[in-house]
């Protein structure tokens, strides 16, 4: 499938939905994708991308962004404490903030730099154990505490289990922001980022969709 049949698939959804054409943005989920894939997508003008790895995404942006402007890649992976400092250099958002340590480590660093991505506060929508996250109802006090300290809290992410219908998730997820006043929803993937579109989604984030199967 290429990269202007999703784009025409979102627009469907949002049309179908109500929404305005280009309420919902486009990540190109780029992980573990060969150099020329990536370039041949920048090349049809496609300039937002996702990385799952802090190393992975510092080894592959500094040449696409000197060749194409206006480059935006975001963190989509877990991040660990230790490579906050890099996150904050390398990426335009950060879609799993999960915990208070990270979000102290955040916080401290924003003020050392001057700067921050924007922040996506991941919820653990299914409560499942293996899986990072907030859990739903701890959500409201994690949003405030990150309030405090200052960070730009875009929104929120949620990853549904694969065995639970998305849909059920993605109002969830909806719920608990519009509670919060936040506006960004990150939600949807190539299976099925239309009802995530139709649940209010301002991100979905499709890889293999676009790219084909990943070079492990």
């Known amino acids: 499938m290429s990269l202007g ?8 959804a949002e049309a179908a939905a109500g929404r305005p054409e280009g309420a919902v943005q486009l990540i190109a989920v ?19 991308f996702g990385e799952n790895q802090v190393q992975e995404a ?9 060749q194409f402007a206006d480059v935006a890649v975001h963190l989509l992976g877990p991040l660990q404490t230790n490579k906050a400092r890099q996150a904050m250099e390398a990426f335009e958002a950060i ?7 990270l979000a102290k480590t955040l916080a401290r660093l ?10 996506f506060i991941q919820v653990n929508t ?19 505490e990150c ?25 969830l997820l909806a719920r608990i922001a519009e509670r919060n006043g936040l506006h960004g929803l990150s939600m949807g993937m190539s299976g099925d980022f239309e009802r995530a579109v139709a649940q209010g989604a301002t991100h979905v984030r499709v890889g293999s969709a676009i790219f084909g199967d990943r070079a492990y």
């Open 5 to 12: 049949e999703i784009q025409n698939r979102i627009h469907k």
């Open 30 to 48: 780029s992980k573990r994708q060969p150099d020329a894939r990536v370039e041949d997508t920048l090349k049809l003008g496609h300039r937002v």
């Open 58 to 66: 510092i080894g592959k942006w500094p040449a696409f962004r000197e």
């Open 95 to 101: 879609h799993s903030v999960d915990r208070p340590k």
């Open 110 to 119: 924003a003020q050392e730099l001057g700067h921050c991505p924007q922040l």
């Open 126 to 144: 299914g409560e499942e154990e293996q899986k990072s996250g907030v859990l739903p109802l701890e959500t409201d006090g994690f949003v405030a």
């Open 147 to 171: 309030r405090k300290m200052d960070l730009p809290v875009a929104g929120l992410m949620c990853i549904p289990p694969v065995t639970e219908e998305p849909a059920l998730h993605f109002a």
